[in-house]
């Protein structure tokens, strides 16, 4: 590919990051980046009236936290500065008043009440409700009646009558046709003056030199009257690409209200996941390597990323398949960096003051390496270790039935006596406590074993056990021990 790469991301700051803006951030970053292009980050904040206060802030630091570095943006400019939409209104006004001048725009003075009423009458007729055009011709005189009237007018795009439909050549989806029938004049400024979406993202991309607009496979239904604005400033377009749905596990499209699924960036970071999973994951929904490898780097991702290999059909967002692979990142993690993101949770929970000593951390890092295999993300970890917090144990179920067995009360006499011994209780110490005990009563195997793990857990899987014992303290394990003993009583 000879042609300089140039790509964005430009959400609007309306709230969090959501996982298909996060993907379509990412899969721009990964074809800029496979092609040594340059990604850019810009803000479409044309629409004040649904901006949310500190979203920008909020939106660059997940992309942050993703990995997803950028060439040029609101915080490190570029050649093409400025990078946000509401600073750039006089740029944008510059072409309406080209399109005005050349009466491929005019002034539009109906009232939102008067095109409601011309929506319904056309729906009423079984039509498509389109603009009618009505104001498309008007003298100099109606629209001076108008303004004296006080309506301040929009600015409409004028459809060509002579287009029959337009055609989209779409790198994922193929060539895509739109009957410009159906489109109708549309709105490219309100009557405030602030460009539409449509009209303002034509001229970001044309004059910031975007080659490949990569997107999702909402933004279709304005492509074509984006191409036509294209064409009405004989501009080149970009090379589209419009990347599937996304789909919940109902394979219905997802909606932000759904409180069943975790949708935003924020919530997944906070919740205590891996970004890098969070991209391996997010970048196989829809796109699918050569082979059957799931697990990448984002470098390896750099490196195989194709718009090619981007499929039609909508993803399914699979939320236990990325609470697997964020276990697989959790089992290579580094305990300490996994230490740093359980904490927080611990405090949250009550279980860790907020003036914790560097002991207290070290406890936490070695309970971290006993249920790092487990971990699927950090929050978990205080439903996980709650038994290393619990001042006494409710014995039930399995263990309970196992505490029951008749040789259970000699096991916990003598295994008391034998930790009663060990001077420095470490696991190397346990260990020695459990043969000796196994010598003194003739109990091994099962018979040994689960009585202890029952006794000192409440469960009968777990952790490996002497390190299990040595966390919970000398104290707590005889405190156990002598509850359990007594359970036949």
């Not at 996304?246 to 975790?262: A, F, G, P, V």
């Not at 950090?378 to 008749?406: C, H, M, N, R, W």
Request: charged share 30%; hydrophobic share 35%.
């Amino acid at each position: 590919m000879t042609q300089n790469i140039r790509v964005r991301f430009a959400p609007s700051p309306t709230g969090h990051l959501h996982i298909g803006g996060a993907r379509q951030a990412l899969f721009n970053y990964l074809f800029a980046r496979r092609h040594n292009g340059a990604f850019i980050v810009r803000i479409e904040d044309t629409d004040q009236a649904r901006n949310v206060e500190d979203a920008t802030d909020k939106l660059m630091q997940s992309l942050k936290w993703l990995g997803l570095d950028w060439d040029e943006s609101i915080e490190n400019g570029g050649p093409h500065a400025p990078y946000q939409s509401s600073e750039r209104l006089d740029i944008y006004q510059t072409y309406i008043d080209r399109l005005l001048k050349e009466k491929k725009a005019y002034y539009c003075y109906m009232t939102s009440e008067e095109l409601e009423a011309e929506r319904e009458a056309q729906i009423a007729r079984g039509e498509m409700p389109k603009y009618s055009g009505r104001d498309r011709d008007l003298t100099r005189e109606q629209q001076q009646a108008y303004e004296a009237k006080g309506i301040k007018p929009v600015v409409r795009f004028r459809v060509p009558d002579s287009e029959s439909e337009v055609v989209i050549d779409d790198v994922i989806r193929g060539q895509v046709s739109f009957e410009t029938d159906g489109i109708g004049d549309f709105v490219i400024a309100r009557s405030d003056g602030v460009p539409t979406y449509n009209f303002a993202v034509v001229i970001d991309d044309y004059l910031m030199e975007i080659s490949h607009v990569i997107r999702g496979e909402e933004h279709l239904s304005n492509a074509p009257r984006q191409a036509l604005l294209y064409d009405a400033f004989a501009w080149e377009q970009p090379r589209f690409a419009h990347a599937p749905l996304i789909l919940n596990e109902d394979r219905q499209k997802m909606s932000k209200r759904d409180e069943t699924i975790m949708q935003f960036v924020e919530q997944y970071r906070a919740s205590g996941y891996l970004p890098e999973a969070l991209v391996n994951f997010l970048a196989l929904l829809g796109w699918s390597p050569a082979s059957e490898e799931e697990k990448f780097s984002v470098e390896e991702l750099s490196e195989r990323f194709s718009l090619e290999r981007v499929s039609k059909a909508p993803a399914v967002f699979d939320q236990d398949k990325l609470a697997w692979m964020n276990n697989q990142y959790m089992k290579e993690a580094d305990p300490d960096r996994l230490t740093a993101l359980v904490i927080p949770h611990l405090q949250k929970a009550g279980r860790l003051r907020d003036d914790f000593t560097e002991e207290d951390r070290e406890w936490i890092r070695e309970l971290v390496e006993i249920y790092q295999e487990q971990m699927h993300y950090a929050e978990e970890f205080v439903a996980l270790t709650s038994l290393f917090f619990q001042s006494s144990i409710d014995y039930e179920g399995d263990a309970l039935d196992v505490l029951k067995e008749p040789q259970v009360p000699e096991v916990m006499q003598s295994f008391s006596k034998q930790l009663d011994g060990v001077e420095t209780f470490e696991v190397d110490g346990i260990k020695q406590a459990i043969k000796a005990t196994q010598k003194e009563t003739g109990h091994k195997g099962k018979r040994l074993f689960m009585p202890i793990r029952a006794a000192v857990t409440g469960q009968t899987h777990g952790p490996e056990l002497p390190k299990a014992i040595k966390l919970l303290g000398k104290e707590t394990v005889q405190a156990r021990l002598v509850a359990a003993s007594h359970i036949q009583e």
